[in-house]
């Protein structure tokens, strides 16, 4: 991804200062994030991430800032924002950018998770379904199948279009009218968990959030955490699910719909993939992005039902 907003240390010190920190003795530019510019900083205080929202407003800014402090008043584990000890805004604006400070999560990012984590995942998300739903989350995903038209109605001429229509159609038949919806991650892949010895520190980068279907965050899970070099791993999952049905009872109708979820979740992934590289900011490097996630739904379709209705006995 490119470096949206290039900083100084002079201007990391003045942002920095804004939150109370001083003394900032190391600063260096983090890898990843899809919309969003992070610095490190060290300071005899602590450590923590400054992030420059190079694509939300400051509305949005302020949403996930305080939706974040709402998880952490709630004990999920997550990033932490720092609030000016003057009692000052979350979020600050920075050449009309929004910028938070968190505190720094240490560990590791591993697509090996351990049946250990897997488990503690399970506990921490279904801690997380607990937590009321902030009035100013959307009410339906970012890039769920409302969405869809996005790309169907493009004039682009490209196969994907009659794949992601069939695949339309196809969650519509299976996905139940009525089901449990609470407040969700919706991006929970194996890059938004920091793990450190077997440990689940934190799950992070909350910016799908929404009030939206319980299961979906379910089927993201194992789309996201669960792989195999075939497919799902389904010992993966039903470690994942274990730990889930630890603290909360799965409904019958989220398992028999489990299965559709899990495609729902790979196919609004290589939705996001197909519209950001092919229609939104096209990068030709990038044009088979999505079709990772498009085989993975291919290959949930056809796999026996009982394949994942045996995850919860």
């Known amino acids: 991804m490119p470096l949206y907003a290039r900083l100084d240390r002079t201007a990391v010190e003045d942002l920095a200062r804004r939150f109370g920190i001083d003394d900032i003795a190391v600063f260096s530019v983090m890898d990843g994030g899809r919309e969003n510019t992070n610095y490190y900083l060290e300071t005899s205080s602590g450590k923590y991430v400054l992030t420059i929202c190079d694509q939300k407003s400051l509305k949005q800014a302020t949403d996930l800032a305080s939706l974040l402090a709402h998880l952490a008043d709630h004990g999920i584990h997550t990033s932490r924002v720092v609030i ?9 604006l920075h050449d009309e950018k929004p910028v938070m400070l968190k505190r720094y999560v240490g560990g590791d990012i591993t697509d090996n998770i351990s049946g250990k984590v897997l488990v503690q995942l399970g506990e921490e998300m279904a801690r997380l379904h607990e937590v009321s739903a902030p009035s100013y989350l959307p009410e339906s995903f970012p890039y769920g199948r409302s969405c869809f038209t996005e790309v169907i109605d493009s004039k682009l001429d490209h196969a994907y279009i009659d794949w992601l229509s069939e695949k339309k159609r196809y969650l519509q038949e299976q996905i139940p009218q009525q089901l449990p919806m609470t407040l969700i991650h919706g991006d929970v892949f194996f890059d938004n968990l920091i793990v450190q010895d077997d440990r689940l520190m934190a799950i992070i980068d909350f910016e799908e959030a929404c009030h939206y279907y319980r299961s979906f965050d379910l089927g993201m899970v194992i789309v996201g955490t669960c792989r195999d070099p075939h497919g799902i ?58 079709v990772e996630m498009q085989t993975l739904a291919d290959t949930i379709v056809e796999y026996p039902e009982s394949s994942f209705k045996e995850l919860f006995r």
Request: proline share 7%; charged share 20%; no cysteine.
């Open 84 to 92: 000016p000890p003057d009692g000052g805004p979350m979020v600050i």
């Open 233 to 290: 791993s389904f010992q993966k999952a039903r470690q994942f699910l274990r730990g889930y049905q630890n603290d909360m009872t799965v409904e019958s109708v989220e398992r028999e719909s489990l299965q559709a979820f899990a495609v729902y979740a790979a196919v609004a992934t290589s939705f996001w993939r197909f519209r950001q590289y092919h229609l939104l900011r096209p990068e030709p490097q990038l044009y088979d992005k999505h």
